[in-house]
């Protein structure tokens, strides 16, 4: 078995629902477009990391845990003096889904390095507004980690952690796309 076949599976099996995604998160190319995604992106991240303190974590996982972005997207939108949206719900995760979630969550690492890039072009970074990207975006570690993680999880059920992802895709959607004021 090649060691990322879970991982090209997984994204194969999820990319229309990832590219959803990206279509809901849009781009930002101004302070109105960057306050709507910094709005989603925390509504989301409160949410899911809700839910990630409720599961029983496997031994395997040992100290390893997702890097928690919402105490820095409440310092972000504080920094732009922009009003915390209503925090949702915890997401319901079992642990037989914490696979499928983890993927969504790490991999959304990868594409905080894009973004970053375009926070600092409007005047956002480390400092100011975009702390959360700059955490993940200076993260090198954790994808990895996690994806040993994914190749030697055992028991492993593909279609259950294929739906695991699309949920947390459907939940990250919905979260860009709830009617929010965006002006800061």
Not at 69 to 95: F, G, K, Q, S
Not at 111 to 139: C, N, P, S
Request: charged share 25%; glycine share 8%; aromatic share 8%.
């Amino acid at each position: 078995m090649h060691h990322d076949s879970r991982r090209h599976a997984l994204r194969a099996l999820t990319k229309d629902a990832h590219a959803e995604l990206d279509a809901s998160v849009g781009g930002f190319d101004s302070r109105l477009d960057y306050v709507r995604y910094l709005k989603g992106q925390y509504v989301f991240r409160h949410a899911a990391e809700a839910g990630l303190d409720r599961v029983t974590w496997p031994a395997e996982f040992g100290d390893w845990r997702p890097k928690p972005l919402t105490a820095l997207l409440r310092a972000d939108l504080d920094d732009l003096d922009v009003e915390l949206p209503p925090a949702p719900p915890a997401l319901d995760i079992a642990p037989a889904d914490l696979l499928g979630v983890l993927y969504v969550l790490e991999g959304s690492g990868l594409g905080a390095r894009v973004l970053h890039r375009r926070a600092a072009e409007i005047g956002f970074d480390e400092a100011t507004g975009a702390r959360h990207l700059a955490a993940q975006a200076g993260d090198r570690d954790s994808w990895p980690t996690f994806l040993t993680q994914l190749e030697a999880a055992e028991p492993f059920d593909m279609d259950r952690t294929v739906g695991a992802a699309l949920a947390t895709f459907a939940a990250a959607g919905a979260a860009f796309e709830r009617p929010v004021d965006a002006v800061g």
